[in-house]
């Protein structure tokens, strides 16, 4: 059997992969904590029901894995085709059947992840531009993967807590990163 790995050999990238991955099993695990009925309950984001977040969530890993298609061929790929259809499609995403939810945020991480692992090691300092059209070394993309998944992990509203996210990713969202 192949063992597959990630390709670069950076290190801070590779630090970085592995803390989006964290972030992944931590939503992953409150997500499954969930039963079917909590996840059309109010979260803690405004207008949002947590299967908005979980929706986000899915395709947020979708729209990373474009632009890690970017990095890769250098054909521009968009994140989202605009704000208005991330929203739509979040919007239609909230409606799923709870399997469709569960399976639209594993099989969307799924792809990221496979997408990271295979980019080679001379790409990732291709530059991208995000769904705000800021411009960043996909390299930058673990790191806005594991912040937005601990952003949603608190979203849920169901016992997730800051002081669970490692330093780095508080130090991301603003947190203190002490105590």
């Not at 931590?26 to 909590?38: C, I, Q, T, V």
């Not at 239609?92 to 469709?100: D, E, H, I, Y």
């Not at 990271?116 to 790409?123: C, M, S, T």
Request: aromatic share 6%; hydrophobic share 40%; no cysteine.
């Amino acid at each position: 059997m192949v063992r597959r790995e990630d390709r670069t050999q950076d290190p801070r990238t590779r630090e970085d992969l592995a803390l989006a991955r964290l972030a992944q099993a931590y939503f992953s695990r409150a997500l499954n904590e969930l039963d079917d009925d909590e996840l059309y309950a109010p979260s803690a984001r405004d207008g949002w029901t947590r299967a908005h977040i979980v929706a986000h969530i899915g395709y947020h890993a979708r729209g990373v894995a474009r632009l890690v298609e970017w990095a890769e061929t250098g054909v521009r790929q968009e994140m989202y085709e605009s704000s208005q259809a991330h929203e739509q499609e979040v919007e239609f995403g909230a409606t799923l059947s709870p399997r469709a939810l569960r399976h639209l945020s594993d099989h969307a991480s799924v792809q990221l992840d496979v997408a990271w692992r295979d980019l080679p090691a001379e790409r990732w300092h291709q530059r991208v531009a995000t769904e705000s059209e800021r411009d960043l070394p996909i390299s930058a993309t673990p790191m806005l993967r594991a912040a937005e998944l601990w952003r949603a992990s608190l979203d849920l509203d169901h016992g997730a807590r800051m002081r669970d996210a490692p330093e780095r990713v508080r130090a991301v969202l603003g947190a203190p990163v002490t105590g």
